[in-house]
């Protein structure tokens, strides 16, 4: 908005902001496009709940100023946006904007350092004056016009009626609506099949003019045509302070004195959305008593576990985003031990047998998720399967083009009791027994 005034008051994101911004196409008459603007911090606390909406066929503007007291983490946002940013071998451009409020940046962008090492990405980088609306500011909504109408999205095929089903529900001054009504919307326009009505709402959903969970039994009828409704609802429990206070822990009172203004319907829905099969924020820990796994203790608390002759298995990646053991977390809530759990770790108990599950560092800069099970031999690989299961679940549901190895450690009689045990790639392993059918020699011999 060329004649937006900046709030010099407001010195941070807290939350998100969206808004619609609506332009010509630069090469075509008579066409408008939509874009959807979703700001928001970049604070540690926030960066789990970045997954909801980091998405591929978008623009990313990461946008750093010289008045910072730290650096922008910029590696960081690379390596998510480059995780996050691919659909199809397409990666999404990154404009890196640098707001110029004082002469130099304290802290630069080695633009030559990411170039090289992400030669795939369309990297532009911009230096503005956003208090002194200049050439260079008109010229940052050019550059932007440009690349978003050369996303492949733009031009990718869609349900015939989608635009106008869209146009519709944005006319609609409520926060969400059920199935019926939508479905009614559809057949105004001619959609009366309920799989092309699931279509269109899925595809309005990728795209982001609505939130619509249809896989989920209590929110297939709950139809958000607000998306900032939903995000504010769930921000406005993340930020409350008793939540990070109580180390994640809040209850139904907390929830009903937040979310006051919402019907008792909306607040259901609104709790649903925040659990396992959706955002994974939060499970319940007792009746009427939640906690979010994200907020737990840094510390790990004091427990038992024999690791001798346990089972261990590992995630082994070049690159970990932030969230994968808090969903984890969650996904694995009825099978906790005793409630222990802290930010990087968990302990459960399945049977007779017991699972220790750790994100750690190896010495050369892997991340890794450590699973290590004690118990009966058989029940354990069970306990193990489940636990394999959840991870990919999330891998596939929130970073769909993650990077990983699974490991498994070797079960020398010196492995099994050491400290350093030696681990194989599992399908490189697998695949070289069933070809040679011989022993591998590990490191301890």
Same mark, same amino acid.
């Given at each position: 908005?060329?004649?937006?005034?900046?709030?010099?008051?407001?010195?941070?994101?807290?939350?998100? *902001? /969206?808004?619609?911004?609506? #332009?010509?196409?630069?090469?075509?008459?008579?066409? &408008? +496009?939509? /874009?959807?603007?979703?700001?928001?911090?970049?604070?540690?606390i926030q960066y789990m709940t970045h997954q909801f909406f980091l998405s591929p066929d978008s623009i990313y503007l990461l946008v750093t100023a010289n008045d910072r007291k730290e650096s922008t983490n910029f590696d960081y946002w690379f390596k998510i946006i480059n995780l996050l940013g691919e659909n199809k071998g397409k990666f999404s451009p990154v404009i890196v904007i640098k707001n110029r409020k004082h002469n130099t940046f304290k802290f630069d962008f080695d633009e030559a350092y990411y170039r090289?090492?992400?030669?795939?990405?369309?990297?532009?980088?911009?230096?503005?004056?956003?208090?002194?609306?200049?050439?260079?500011?008109?010229?940052?909504?050019?550059?932007?016009?440009?690349?978003?109408?050369?996303?492949?999205?733009?031009?990718?095929?869609?349900?015939?009626?989608?635009? +106008?089903?869209? *146009? &519709?529900?944005?006319?609609?001054? &409520?926060?969400?609506?059920?199935?019926?009504?939508?479905?009614?919307?559809?057949?105004?326009?001619?959609?009366?099949?309920?799989?092309?009505?699931?279509?269109?709402?899925?595809? $309005?959903?990728?795209?982001?003019?609505? $939130?619509? #969970?249809?896989?989920?039994?209590? +929110?297939?009828?709950?139809?958000?045509?607000?998306?900032?409704?939903?995000?504010?609802?769930?921000?406005?429990?993340?930020?409350?302070?008793?939540?990070?206070?109580?180390?994640?822990?809040?209850?139904?009172?907390?929830?009903?004195?937040?979310?006051? =203004?919402?019907?008792?319907?909306?607040?259901?829905?609104?709790?649903?959305?925040? &659990?396992?099969?959706?955002?994974?924020?939060?499970?319940?820990?007792?009746?009427?008593?939640?906690?979010?796994?994200?907020?737990?203790?840094? =510390?790990?608390?004091?427990?038992?576990?024999?690791? !001798?002759?346990?089972?261990?298995?590992?995630?082994?990646?070049?690159?970990?985003?932030?969230?994968?053991?808090?969903?984890?977390? @969650?996904?694995?809530?009825?099978?906790? *031990?005793?409630?222990?759990?802290?930010?990087?770790?968990?302990? @459960? =108990?399945?049977?007779?047998?017991?699972?220790?599950? /750790?994100?750690?560092?190896?010495?050369?800069?892997?991340?890794?998720?450590?699973?290590?099970?004690?118990?009966?031999?058989?029940?354990?690989?069970?306990?193990?399967?489940?636990?394999?299961?959840?991870?990919? /679940?999330?891998?596939?549901?929130?970073? !769909?083009?993650? !990077?990983?190895?699974?490991?498994?450690?070797?079960?020398?009689?010196?492995?099994?009791?050491?400290?350093?045990?030696?681990?194989?790639?599992?399908?490189?392993?697998?695949?070289?027994? =069933?070809?040679?059918?011989?022993?591998?020699?590990?490191?301890?011999?």
């Amino acid at each position: 908005d060329d004649d937006y005034e900046l709030d010099k008051a407001k010195t941070t994101t807290l939350g998100i *902001d /969206v808004k619609p911004w609506i #332009f010509s196409h630069p090469h075509e008459i008579n066409r &408008k +496009l939509t /874009v959807n603007i979703w700001d928001f911090g970049g604070q540690q606390i926030q960066y789990m709940t970045h997954q909801f909406f980091l998405s591929p066929d978008s623009i990313y503007l990461l946008v750093t100023a010289n008045d910072r007291k730290e650096s922008t983490n910029f590696d960081y946002w690379f390596k998510i946006i480059n995780l996050l940013g691919e659909n199809k071998g397409k990666f999404s451009p990154v404009i890196v904007i640098k707001n110029r409020k004082h002469n130099t940046f304290k802290f630069d962008f080695d633009e030559a350092y990411y170039r090289k090492f992400y030669p795939h990405l369309k990297i532009e980088v911009r230096e503005i004056d956003l208090a002194n609306k200049r050439y260079d500011f008109k010229a940052l909504k050019e550059l932007l016009v440009v690349l978003i109408a050369e996303l492949p999205i733009i031009n990718s095929e869609r349900p015939a009626k989608w635009e +106008l089903i869209r *146009d &519709k529900l944005s006319k609609i001054d &409520k926060n969400h609506i059920n199935f019926e009504r939508f479905k009614k919307i559809c057949e105004q326009y001619n959609v009366t099949n309920e799989n092309s009505q699931m279509l269109i709402s899925s595809s $309005l959903h990728v795209i982001g003019s609505i $939130l619509h #969970f249809s896989k989920d039994r209590i +929110l297939r009828d709950f139809i958000i045509i607000n998306p900032q409704w939903a995000v504010d609802s769930v921000y406005s429990v993340l930020s409350m302070e008793k939540i990070e206070t109580n180390n994640g822990r809040f209850n139904i009172a907390d929830l009903d004195t937040i979310w006051s =203004k919402y019907s008792f319907d909306e607040r259901n829905k609104l709790l649903a959305l925040m &659990k396992k099969d959706n955002f994974e924020i939060c499970f319940e820990l007792k009746k009427d008593n939640f906690i979010a796994p994200q907020f737990l203790q840094n =510390k790990q608390p004091k427990y038992t576990f024999n690791d !001798k002759n346990s089972l261990k298995f590992r995630f082994q990646y070049t690159f970990m985003p932030k969230g994968i053991i808090s969903r984890l977390i @969650v996904r694995l809530n009825e099978f906790i *031990d005793n409630e222990l759990m802290w930010q990087r770790g968990v302990i @459960v =108990k399945n049977d007779s047998c017991r699972a220790r599950i /750790v994100e750690m560092e190896s010495r050369d800069g892997l991340k890794i998720i450590e699973i290590s099970i004690n118990g009966d031999e058989l029940k354990r690989k069970y306990l193990l399967h489940t636990i394999i299961k959840d991870i990919k /679940v999330i891998h596939e549901r929130w970073f !769909k083009n993650i !990077k990983y190895n699974e490991m498994i450690q070797c079960n020398c009689e010196i492995c099994k009791s050491s400290e350093t045990p030696t681990y194989f790639k599992y399908d490189t392993l697998t695949q070289y027994i =069933k070809e040679r059918e011989k022993f591998i020699k590990c490191e301890n011999g």
